[in-house]
Every structure is written in structure tokens, then in C-alpha cells.
């Protein structure tokens, strides 16, 4: 084996740097001690249950069961991305909104890679498609959250703007238009700075993993390019679409401005 | 664009609106019929409906029962962006954007792709009172009644027929407020339909058309 194995001792070393955090929380008075706790534990048992969800996947390979893996990860990632959408309509509204946006986000940024760019073998193999499809639906469902998130926000902030320019014979489209667009380069700046910075200031998860599992470095970055560029397509197809559904939830089909309490007098 | 073409308003009509928002019943059979080129005042109490009724006219909420006419033509059987450049809306405090008096004035023709050529643009202006010079002034810089008049001229950019005023005075002050009042009567007298709704009674009565009153959600017609 090429790679150090961490012993449960020693992984239990690391929960220092938790002690840590929550030292500092409680000292600086920001109360995110219990925040902290319960999420390292949370994340901590999630990952060992994927660990072993993984393992079992490894070796009983069968596409169905990859899929649904998958499946499961994508209900989880629309599930999250809708929920707490201060000013949007409810979670039952925007849940299967978010599960097309990421949906699609996701199968334009992995079909052309696996099928061209890095075809496994079998085509179902669960060690490229659940990494990586993992970290298409989790860039695409902090996408899709923050575009809900700003628009519903921006709608009912500017939303004298955006009925000024309907007045006016504004359709929908170009009455939101500034408030969409803002919200995108929001969205989509994470992902953008990403490529910028990466190398410089960041060494990517997947590519120090695979370094340090024993892959050949050049190797490890080619699959972190392309890991990148499909973090830019997934963020952008995503995003587009949650901002599409955004705006069909904001008018009506008379391209009146609907989710603001109107004044009644 | 031609020069200010002289307004062709049409027959605007509302056929006992209903509107009821969380169990309220906001609307409550509200009509009217505004002749071509006539000037109109509807005052009321805080919380009467007027200012919803004036929506509804402008379609920018849609009436649970009852039907808003354009020419005798229903208001839902036209294009929304089409009714409204022939319908313009004015709200209570309206909305500057961001950017030039002249970026304002011509937002409305952009969003047609259409320009607006810079006489046209002064004669706008010269319409609301406002002086050549603001043309490259920052739009959100203006005090409140120059904001009024800024946006009764964009509206006139789409050249209406009909002005539909939600209490364009309201947060003016008396002097700004009057003004804006007499600005509207003259663009009545130049032939656009005018409905203005407004609390104050010394407007309504110095817009100089017919009068009505907005009570629990119906118009009712002032005696002279």
C-alpha cells in the first residue's frame, strides 16, 4: 500500500482541532459550540456510513445500485437547496425545482466527461461516478440554494423596480433582468474564483487525495482540470435553470409580480 | 420617434371587481368607465381599495371576478407589455432607476428596442417642468417631487393614452404636491385620460374632472 493508513487513534487526534474551535467559539462568545460539535460528528458519521456504503458498492458492482446512490444524493442536495428560502414560496414548490436544476446541472457536466473524457470501465463503475457525480450535485446544490436564496430575496426587496418596469411593458424576463443577473455572478463567482486561485492558493480535495493514495501527480491534475471545468458548467447550468423556475414562480402569466403582501388601502 | 403625437386615448372600463386577499374582500364589485380624454378622481380612506382598484386598472394584480376593458376589448385577451404602454401606471413613490435622467426617460422605448432621440427626450422633460440641464443628472439624486415628474415623463416616452395615478402627491410635500397635480391636469387638457386616486380632497378637486370615492371597495360617484 502506498499511503499511510490512519489507525481510529489517531483519527481520534484530529477531534483536537475541534476541542480547538470550540474553545475559541466559546472564548470569542460566538455560540457555535453545540453547531460545531453536533456537525463534526454529524459529518464524521456520514462519512464512515458512505465509507461503507462505498465499499459494499465496490463490490457488488451493479449499475442499479450505483444509481441509486446517486438518486439518493440528489434528493438530498434538492432537498437542502430548498429548504429556509426566506421570501420564496414553500419547500414543497421548490423542491422539484431544485431537483431539475441540479439534475440537469449534473448530467451535462458528467454524460460528455464519462462517455469522452474519462471513460470507466465498466461505464458504471462506482469509484468515478459516485466521487465524482458527489461533487457535481454538491456544487450544483450550493449553486442552486444561493439562487433561490438572493432572487426571492432581491425580488422582494426591488420589487418597486421590478413593477416600475412592467408598468412600463416590461415582459418578466427583462423586468427581473438585473436582479437575475446579479444573483448569477453571485452564484456562479464561487466556482469562477476557484479556477482562479487553484494551485495557488488551494490544492484541491480530490487531487491531494489522489496524490497522496499514491497517483501519479500529473495524472492527479489532469482529473482535477477536468473535475474544474465541469464545477464551471454544473454552477452555470444549474444556475441558469433554478433562476428560470425563480421566475415563472414570480409572475403570473400576466406578467404580474406575484410572493410580495400588496397594500391594501 | 415622431414628436409628441397627440394622445389617442381609448374607453377604459372596470366591471365590478372582486378582489379578496387572506378572507378580505379588498374589492367589492368596483366599476368605472373613463371616457376618452376624460380626467378622473377617485379619494378614499387609508384602506378603502383605492389604490388596488388603480392596480387593477394598470393589470398589475388580477381581480378574482370581474373584467378590466381597453376599447371594449377585454384587458386579458391583450398582450400585458401592449396594455401597458397604452395604460400607464404611476405608483405612490415611483422607482428611479439606476443611471440618467436620459436613461430613464428612454427605458421605456429600450425595452421595445427602440431609442429615444434627445428632442424628444427635452420635450419630455419640458412637459414635467424639469429643466434641460438634469438630462445628465443621476436619476436617484432628485428630491422627491423631481422623481414624480421624472417618472411622468418616462411614462409619456411609451406615449399613453391613459395616465392611471396611485396618490402621486402623497409623499410630497404641499407645494411639490400641487404641482405635480397641475402638471397631470394639463396633460388631461392636452387630451390623455387621467385617473388619479388621491386622499387629499383640495387634488381631487383641483384635477377638475369627475369625482368618485372609493368606500369598502367600491366606487361611488361624488355628488358635485
Known sequence: MSYLEIPLWRLSIALGLIALAIVLSRRSKLGLEREIFIGSLRGAAQLIAIGYVLLLLFQHQHPAFVFLLLLVMLVVAAATSARRVEHGPPWRVLFPRALASIGAGALVALVPVFALVVPPKPWYDARYLVPIGGMMLSNAMNCVALVFERIFASAATESDQIEALLSL?????????RQERTTLRAALLPTINGLLTVGLVALPGMMTGQIVSGTAPEQAVRYQIVILYQLVAVAAVAGICAAAFARRLLFTRRAQLVLRPRPTQ | MPAPSTPSPELLEARSLVLVREGRRILDGASISVRPGEAVAISGASGSGKSTFVRALATLVEPDLGEVLLGGRDARTLAPGAYRTRVAFLAQQPAIFPGTVAENLAAGPALRGASLPAERALSLL????????????EGRTLSGGEKQRLALARAL???????LLDEPTAALDPAAGELI?????????????????????????????SRYRCEAGKILAELA
Not at chain 1, 411593458?169 to 433582468?177: D, E, I, M, S
Not at chain 2, 416616452?157 to 395616465?163: F, K, S, V, Y
Open chain 1, 169 to 177: 411593458g416590461a415582459t418578466p424576463r427583462q423586468a427581473l433582468q
Open chain 2, 157 to 163: 416616452a411609451n406615449e399613453p393614452g391613459i395616465l
Open chain 2, 126 to 137: 419640458a412637459a414635467v417642468g424639469l429643466p434641460e440641464a438634469f438630462l445628465l443628472r
Open chain 2, 181 to 209: 397635480v397641475q402638471l397631470v391636469r394639463a396633460l388631461a387638457a392636452r387630451g390623455h385620460s387621467v385617473l388619479m386616486v388621491t386622499h387629499v380632497a383640495e387634488h381631487a378637486r383641483l384635477l377638475g374632472g
